[in-house]
């Protein structure tokens, strides 16, 4: 069966986006970090940035992937559905917690992790009623 054109946009835009950003950690993890405006310090910080972003280049080629393999879908964007809500729940107790940062990167950030939630909870929710 083909894919609807939302399934077909929304997933090469994720998978797109989550293999170069993904890519971009893994092989140079300060300049991921420098990204959103923090460096880092310790050497073990540099095997944490790659064990994060290595996840990000998987999913990313999972979303590539499930545009040819449709039985893949629903199980992708409930993935990428738990990562951007995990990070939208992170950053609205971090803000609670620790006040709000003078960053403009935060709120642009912040409204990609929830666009791309709810985009991909409301398709997850889509392909589980088919």
Do not use: H
Not at 35 to 46: A, C, P, Q, R, W
Not at 52 to 63: A, D, I, Q, R, W
């Amino acid at each position: 069966m083909k894919n609807s054109m939302i399934d077909t946009v929304l997933l090469t835009l994720i998978g797109l986006e989550y293999v170069g950003f993904g890519l971009i950690g893994l092989i140079n993890p300060n300049a991921a970090a420098g990204l959103v405006g923090f460096t880092l310090n310790e050497l073990i910080s540099l095997s944490e940035i790659r064990a994060n972003y290595s996840f990000f280049v998987l999913l990313g080629f999972m979303s590539l992937i499930s545009l040819y393999r449709k039985s893949w879908q629903k199980v992708t964007y409930l993935i990428v559905a738990l990562l951007c809500g995990s990070y939208v729940f992170g950053r609205i107790v971090s803000i609670a917690l620790d006040g709000i940062p003078d960053t403009r990167t935060l709120w642009m950030v912040f409204a990609v992790d929830l666009a791309v939630f709810i985009l991909s909870f409301c398709r997850y929710k889509d392909l589980s009623r088919a």
